[in-house]
């Protein structure tokens, strides 16, 4: 008997001894973490004035571990405009110190005399880009939707993440339909992670506006602003000294002054806000609908497998074609079905 308890503690300990030096890809597989294509389809349907009462005592808030869908084209042009910023700004430091008096090169004038290099994007690797329309799957679907009488697709956008476990999982800002002023019909955030399986979460308003013309405040919460937009105020206020310490964090708040403040300047009030907060739990590479008597959501998970690194094109800072030229492809492992 001593002999078989000696046996099965040794057996025990080299077990733990190979778990622990297994390399990291080992428990990525085991968790079923691993790259993903995410697509999502956010609409409006119309409403049953027959339905139930939307209750008004809802919290809307956008969480403190966000991260900004961003648009390629967009994130270019702004690298762009730092660049050039930063170009400009060495050209007055060496006018300063050499006591040039020659006028100082603007970015306009300068964006000639020396070459902007920026960081490229590439669509095949990085995160978090929306992608092109042409590389989604669900188009078809977002056409048939649209075709059904007082349906509205709000948002629809395909973008590609590393999915890892909820504790570190970044909350995806979300808006679309129409502008109001500062805010969005839809807002919100969502959030996919994973464990066993899949899982979506959403915490998202859709808000129905009216003009605000000076009518005493309703029962509806204020809308928070959107955290890149209040980073962006900031940044305007404080001519480029703050302090970045915990400032993503700090963005999503919104403190109560900011918030009377931005009620009484704001050009519409909400006149009806519905939620749309829920956790699924889904499987790779099916279609998933999220049901709500105002709103509807589909989502669709793909197993990404993502490419090399390669050089960039030169002259190329959107390497759209590395992305052209890749398609989605089941991953050989324990991400490819995620069966229970």
């Known amino acids: 008997m001593i002999e078989v308890k000696t046996l099965a503690r040794t057996l025990a300990t080299g077990l733990a001894m190979v778990a622990l030096s297994a390399p990291p890809w080992v428990y990525a597989q085991a968790n079923h973490e691993g790259w993903y294509q995410v697509e999502v389809i956010v609409y409006s349907r119309p409403l049953d004035t027959s339905a139930e ?4 005592d809802i919290t809307l808030d956008y969480p403190l571990n966000w991260q900004e869908l961003r648009n390629p084209e967009t994130e270019i042009a702004q690298r762009e405009e730092r660049a050039r910023a930063k170009q400009q700004e060495r050209q007055n430091l060496q006018n300063n110190y050499f006591g040039d008096d020659r006028p100082t090169p603007t970015p ?13 994007i590439d669509l095949a690797r990085d995160a978090f880009f929306e992608l092109p329309a042409d590389e989604r799957s669900l188009n078809a679907v977002a056409k048939r939707v649209a075709a059904q009488p007082g349906f509205d697709i709000l948002f629809h956008e395909a973008w590609r993440q590393y999915v890892t476990a909820e504790a570190s999982a970044p909350w995806i800002l979300i808006n679309g339909g129409k502008a109001f002023g500062e805010h969005f019909e839809l807002e919100g955030s969502i959030n996919v992670n994973v464990s066993r399986y899949l ?9 129905e506006f009216q003009i605000n013309a000076g009518q005493s405040r309703n029962q509806w919460p204020n809308l928070p602003v959107n955290p890149v937009k209040r980073l962006q105020q900031w940044e305007e206020q404080s001519n480029n000294s703050l302090d970045y310490s915990n400032l993503m964090a700090d963005a999503a708040q ?21 939620k749309l907060e829920q956790q ?18 589909l989502v669709k998970i793909t197993p990404y497998k993502r490419p090399a690194k390669t050089e960039p094109l030169a002259g190329n800072a959107l390497a759209v074609g590395a992305s052209e030229s890749t398609t989605l492809q089941p991953v050989a492992s324990a991400t490819e079905n995620l069966q229970p």
């Open 53 to 56: 009462t939307w209750p008004t």
């Open 254 to 274: 919104t403190r109560p002054e900011d918030a009377l403040m931005e009620f009484l300047e704001a050009p519409y009030l909400p006149a009806h806000i519905v």
């Open 280 to 297: 699924r739990r889904m499987r790779s590479n099916e279609l998933h609908y999220v049901d709500h008597p105002r709103l509807g959501l």
């Open 199 to 207: 899982h979506v979460f959403t915490d998202l308003w859709f808000t």
């Open 108 to 120: 306009e004038s300068a964006e000639g005399s020396q070459e902007i290099t920026v960081e490229p």
